[in-house]
């Protein structure tokens, strides 16, 4: 009985097979009988052919037919599942599975909606942390601001920091209000770290921490504006910007200027400029063109024409202030 079955299930493959053969038995006597003339060739040809395709075509319907047969419907259980007295039984369904509660995303917060009363403005970051004291000066330098304590050879010129605190528009503010504190914290900490500052280089100096590298007249008066009037002095080399500790009447230091580091030479104060020359002329007693050199090699200058006017203007001014005296052979000594 297995063998019956394992024949019938497989019958359709020697169906094809013995089809197959056919059609091929068809083509060799069609032709072979052609060639002979043979009329009784080319029938039995031709009926072999008909023969093959009905067998090919028969198991190829069986083929068909059978796998449709054997798949099984939605919900019924596939052939020798369950117990073989439930034969007979309806086919089975599967159990319903319990409604799943949906998963609750979390919801996207959303902006709140603005208000068309009040329009928003710009954001502006706290201030930075600078606290716009001499503290940020270093020691040597604040030490050298004392009247009476300088070094002889002068100290070297300190800059103060250039990272970026704010953009451009911290310095287009209409009201004095609206000016951010950083605004103000940069002007302080640059005139007790580079005081005494000319005032074009002070606002230069802040500008650039601002993102403005060429200021306009309101960001000029942006900066100025957080400038105490008591730390400007106008002289007639210029305006310029004094540390609160320092007095320019009774300073004495001077800060000569480093390889890395470029001052213009109207620039610097002539009571710095003074108090250099000063300097030179205690170590030794030079002549008007020696002193000239010495002077703007303490602040790393060539002699140009315009620098030589300006450390013969100051040669003058230390004259009448009593700094130096010039003797009949045109040497200049210092006197304190």
Request: hydrophobic share 40%; net charge neutral; glycine share 8%.
């Amino acid at each position: 009985m297995g063998q019956v079955q394992v024949f019938a299930k497989f019958g359709w493959v020697v169906g094809l097979l013995a089809g197959a053969f056919s059609i091929l038995l068809g083509i060799v006597g069609y032709f072979t009988g052609i060639d002979h003339a043979s009329m009784l060739e080319i029938v039995l040809a031709v009926a072999f052919l008909v023969l093959g395709t009905a067998l090919a075509g028969a198991s190829m319907w069986q083929l068909v037919a059978g796998d449709r047969h054997r798949r099984p419907g939605p919900g019924v259980p596939p052939p020798g599942y369950g117990p073989s007295w439930n034969a007979g039984a309806p086919p089975m369904q599967a159990p319903p599975r319990p409604a799943t509660p949906p998963i609750p995303y979390p919801q996207v917060p959303r902006d709140p909606p603005e208000s068309p009363s009040y329009p928003r403005s710009p954001y502006t970051p706290p201030s930075a942390p600078i606290t716009p004291t001499v503290a940020h000066a270093p020691e040597w330098q604040t030490r050298t601001r004392t009247a009476h304590h300088w070094l002889p050879t002068g100290i070297p010129y300190a800059s103060a920091p250039t990272g970026v605190l704010g953009s451009p528009a911290d310095l287009d503010r209409d009201s004095s209000a609206a000016i951010p504190l950083r605004v103000r914290d940069a002007v302080r900490e640059t005139i007790a770290i580079e005081g005494p500052i000319e005032r074009s280089q002070l606002v230069a100096r802040v500008a650039q921490r601002f993102g403005v590298h060429k200021p306009s007249e309101k960001q000029q008066i942006c900066v100025l504006g957080e400038v105490p009037e008591s730390l400007m002095r106008a002289t007639s080399s210029g305006v310029f910007v004094w540390p609160s500790d320092v007095d320019p009447s009774t300073w004495r230091g001077f800060r000569f200027t480093p390889p890395t580091v470029s001052r213009a030479i109207d620039t610097i104060s002539a009571e710095e400029i003074v108090n250099a020359i000063t300097q030179v002329a205690q170590r030794n007693q030079h002549s008007f063109d020696e002193m000239v050199w010495a002077t703007l090699t303490q602040f790393g200058h060539e002699r140009t024409g315009a620098a030589e006017d300006r450390i013969e203007a100051c040669l003058t001014m230390a004259v009448r202030r009593g700094r130096l005296a010039r003797d009949p052979d045109g040497r200049y000594r210092a006197l304190v």
